[in-house]
């Protein structure tokens, strides 16, 4: 294959994966974080608003524990097959079209639930989003990892995954002020779902395709003259001369490309269990609780409203989360960030269950476990983003993240129907405890399976 010239200063013929690796951070990785962030935030929105809409359906629609539990789950369900097709969409036909067409998906489908009249219509069109939003995270990760330095990878993808913090807020505002307002207030959060709809023409129309996958499919003037944008773009933080010479400096192997012939194959088995363990873990411990908190704040005898506004508080400790996260990846490494935060994880889980029963619920006592637990949850999520695209090679690298999601998801699908179940097992007087103490369990496992995974920091993707 022909190679094009290198930029002045090369001192040896580079891949294009190296000349990527060896760039500083530029105003084309902002661009691409940002346009990723802003799908990524738009995709939380869209999860975030389930659970307020969940809370006043009970009460205009008197839907029972049972009812509430589908229509949480159903989505699920979407997300599940959903990641499982767009990781293997993506390593067939491009990054940024899979990116571009579960946004399309996932809005139209939010925007026409806002015109349902039954539960039924409601559960389908769920479905429908769910295929849209389990498909777009694995993909934009792998895409902003695939582009990403070597040195500050990690850190990269934590910032994108950040977003997530930012579209929960997003979900909280609206429902904090506009759910409440009318009986219809629920309808008109929802139409604030078609706005993916129309970002996906600008994901289409401004982010760059992965340069390994144009190189994958033999697209080499493609693949060049994406390399190129980002080397002639303007550096934003250390100059380019700098940058390269760390690199050159310390120079760690690549992740093995031994056994890529599949997920389970003899060099990937371990990361691979390993990493569905975690994603299975954290999934069923952080949309059991997320999912339901505002109605389960409402059944201890908040009004809607002060539900509401509990909740919002809480979510705004997942940005310092994101934010400690995106720095201690690059510095204490990948595996033990993400097993610290789990662990905080599980230990906020627990002092929430303790605080959240009782005679008088003290609602310090509940904002501030329940912001501890933001604060770790979304920053284990964070690291966890960071190290799946990391694991594999080119070839497998959108279907080993979007497997691992998919799997992921089968807890998310658990999770809101088990919390009812673990109620009941807990009895009026300890139900939170109860349903609580199992998710700081679920915490543990991941945990400890984070320590079964090689560690990446530093590394050359495959």
């Not at 009460?59 to 589908?70: I, K, N, R, T, V």
């Not at 989003?129 to 389990?134: A, I, N, S, Y």
């Not at 371990?270 to 059944?299: D, K, S």
């Not at 508080?313 to 993400?338: D, F, K, N």
Request: proline share 4%; aromatic share 10%.
């Amino acid at each position: 294959m022909h190679e094009s010239p290198r930029p002045a200063g090369s001192t040896s013929a580079l891949t294009r994966s190296q000349r990527l690796d060896r760039l500083p951070y530029t105003t084309e990785h902002r661009k691409l974080l940002v346009g990723s962030g802003v799908g990524w935030a738009l995709d939380a929105m869209d999860v975030g608003l389930v659970s307020f809409v969940m809370a006043a359906l009970a009460q205009q629609w008197a839907l029972s524990s049972g009812e509430l539990s589908l229509l949480a789950s159903i989505g699920f369900v979407g997300m599940a097959v959903g990641a499982g097709l767009g990781g293997l969409l993506a390593d067939r036909i491009g990054r940024r079209q899979v990116f571009a067409l579960t946004l399309l998906v996932y809005g139209m489908a939010t925007g026409a639930s806002a015109l349902v009249g039954s539960l039924a219509a409601l559960v389908l069109l769920r479905f429908v989003v769910g295929l849209g939003l389990g498909a777009e995270l694995p993909v934009a990760s792998t895409l902003v990892s695939e582009y990403s330095p070597r040195r500050i990878r990690g850190r990269l993808v934590v910032v994108l995954e950040s977003f997530w913090a930012v579209g929960w807020i997003m979900a909280a505002l609206v429902g904090y002020f506009v759910v409440p307002t009318s009986p219809d207030g629920w309808r008109w959060a929802l139409v604030v779902g078609l706005v993916p709809a129309a970002y996906a023409v600008v994901v289409r129309r401004a982010l760059p395709e992965s340069v390994r996958f144009l190189e994958s499919r033999g697209r080499a003037d493609e693949a060049e003259a994406a390399v190129r944008a980002f080397e002639r773009a303007p550096a934003l933080g250390r100059s380019r001369a700098e940058s390269e010479e760390q690199a050159r400096a310390a120079e760690p192997a690549a992740v093995p490309a031994s056994g890529s012939e599949g997920l389970w194959s003899a060099g990937l088995r371990r990361r691979t269990g390993a990493l569905w363990t975690i994603w299975f873990c954290v999934n069923f411990a952080y949309y059991g609780a997320f999912t339901w908190l505002p109605t389960l704040l409402l059944q201890q005898g908040f009004t809607l409203t002060t539900s509401f506004g509990y909740v919002l508080v809480i979510t705004l400790a997942q940005l310092p989360g994101y934010a400690a996260a995106a720095w201690l990846i690059e510095v204490w490494g990948r595996r033990i960030t993400l097993a610290v935060f789990l662990g905080g994880s599980a230990v906020s889980a627990v002092l929430f269950g303790i605080v959240s029963v009782g005679t008088v619920v003290l609602p310090w006592q509940v904002i501030g476990s329940g912001m501890a637990l933001s604060f770790f949850n979304l920053g284990a999520w964070g690291a966890l983003y960071a190290i799946g695209p990391e694991l594999y090679p080119t070839a497998l690298r959108g279907t080993g993240t979007g497997a691992a999601a998919a799997f992921g998801r089968i807890a998310s699908i658990l999770a809101p129907l088990s919390v009812p179940v673990l109620l009941g097992l807990g009895g009026e007087r300890y139900d939170l405890v109860v349903v609580f103490a199992v998710f700081g369990a679920a915490f543990l496992v991941a945990a400890a399976a984070a320590f079964a995974l090689p560690e990446q920091r530093g590394r050359t993707l495959a």
